[in-house]
């Protein structure tokens, strides 16, 4: 038996409205490898109880998927009566009180009953380890009392080769418990080449004998999929979107300092100072606040021709990221690090141009099909979106290249490559 721990899935969940980043990845994971083989059982550890618990993967699907007949029109009038109490307050008192964001409510995600491990099952861990400080004692636990084998995926190596993004407490911790794992497990799992490299470069720094590690090609994101062909049954109205424009350009990532949207506003100042406030698309980011944002805020807040020019949403659910996708002029993605990059994926999902930094992982995704700049060239990116603003008929040929070549990834050929892997591990035994 393989048990994959969706701990992390469900500590997401609890507080936000659908998964992104690595949580997305681990629940589809999950959900191809079950679907595949029957010999695959999500787990998650249950802490009422001290132990870990099964765990049901259609409430998970059910979770992340919510129609929108769940929204109800009460729900959406209080959302709206909210959010107007609160534009009538100051801007200054409003940041000071907390007003204005969502407030953050547990949804409780039930487990089923203890987990039957046997000497010789399979551990999988394909999340965040991070999530929870004690989550890397329970699964050595877990593992060891039960004489199971452990396998392990590694989505990147950013708090250790970006340290200075974080502090150095943190960068310490992350980096203990990353060898932890690394030492128990007896398969290694990354999702691009380069974050391999960087793998084996830390066990090599730290002599840690290598792990077999394989690199496995994440599929583009489920949503996308079910909302196409929602979309081809019924267009959607969008009559809940938090953001009503028609004019924009897209960026979906956690509002994050390695995500680098600090470095998109002189480039919006500049093109509205140029081609003028009317013909200056809006620049739509939709992401949660992560490490550092309110930096980016603070300049945000500080740049008064950007006011309505520039919006930030943090709760978005799928249904209302794919409007957004299928009606963007285009996707940018300045980061400055990244493990894979699924907000690139996405936007050649929807068939849309991306005009990223030039960054190795991002060229696995992408390709050639990517419109790339160097890291942090304000004149380059400059030159590419302008000319994607005022050039509709570029922006048409390279949407044409990408519904030509652009081949999407399937979750099941991912889940396949894992569980062969998993396969002879157990025959190795």
Request: with cysteine; hydrophobic share 40%.
């Amino acid at each position: 038996m393989t048990w994959i721990d969706v701990t992390d899935v469900i500590d997401f969940l609890q507080t936000t409205p659908s998964v992104t980043g690595i949580q997305r990845a681990a629940l589809d994971l999950t959900a191809a490898m079950c679907a595949v083989s029957g010999n695959c059982r999500p787990c998650a550890y249950c802490e009422e109880d001290g132990t870990f618990k099964t765990a049901s993967l259609g409430e998970l699907l059910a979770r992340t998927a919510p129609s929108e007949k769940a929204q109800s029109a009460t729900n959406r009038l209080e959302r709206r009566v909210a959010k107007t109490a609160v534009s009538l307050v100051p801007k200054k008192l409003r940041k000071k009180l907390g007003l204005g964001r969502t407030p953050t409510t547990r949804r409780k995600i039930p487990t089923g009953s203890k987990a039957d491990f046997h000497r010789g099952d399979i551990f999988l861990f394909l999340g965040a380890f991070w999530h929870n400080p004690n989550h890397v004692h329970r699964i050595e636990k877990a593992v060891f009392v039960d004489d199971m084998r452990f396998a392990l995926m590694v989505h990147d190596l950013i708090p250790v080769n970006h340290s200075y993004w974080f502090s150095q407490e943190l960068t310490g911790w992350w980096s203990e418990k990353l060898k932890d794992l690394l030492r128990m497990a007896d398969h290694l799992f990354v999702n691009s080449q380069f974050t391999a490299n960087e793998l084996r470069r830390f066990a090599c720094h730290n002599d840690i004998p290598i792990r077999p590690i394989m690199t496995v090609r994440l599929g583009d994101p489920t949503f996308i999929r079910a909302s196409n062909a929602a979309h081809l049954g019924k267009p959607s109205g969008g009559a809940d979107r938090q953001y009503g424009g028609l004019n924009f350009v897209l960026m979906v990532s956690s509002i994050d300092i390695r995500k680098n949207q600090k470095f998109l506003l002189p480039i919006w100042s500049r093109l509205i100072r140029e081609l003028g406030r009317e013909v200056t698309p809006d620049l739509l980011l939709i992401g949660k606040n992560g490490t550092r944002s309110h930096e980016f805020l603070s300049l945000l807040d500080e740049s008064a021709e950007l006011i309505g020019k520039v919006v930030v949403l943090n709760r978005v659910g799928d249904q209302e990221l794919a409007w957004y996708y299928r009606r963007a002029l285009f996707t940018v993605f300045p980061s400055l690090a990244e493990g894979w990059g699924f907000p690139v994926a996405e936007s050649l999902s929807f068939g849309k141009v991306c005009v990223s930094s030039e960054i190795a992982s991002i060229r696995e995704v992408g390709g050639d099909l990517v419109s790339y700049f160097a890291v942090n060239d304000f004149s380059g990116a400059y030159r590419l979106i302008k000319d994607l603003i005022v050039n509709p008929a570029e922006r048409a040929r390279l949407e044409s290249l990408i519904a030509d070549r652009y081949q999407p990834a399937q979750w099941t050929t991912a889940a396949n490559v894992i569980l062969g892997a998993l396969s002879n591990m157990e025959t190795d035994r």
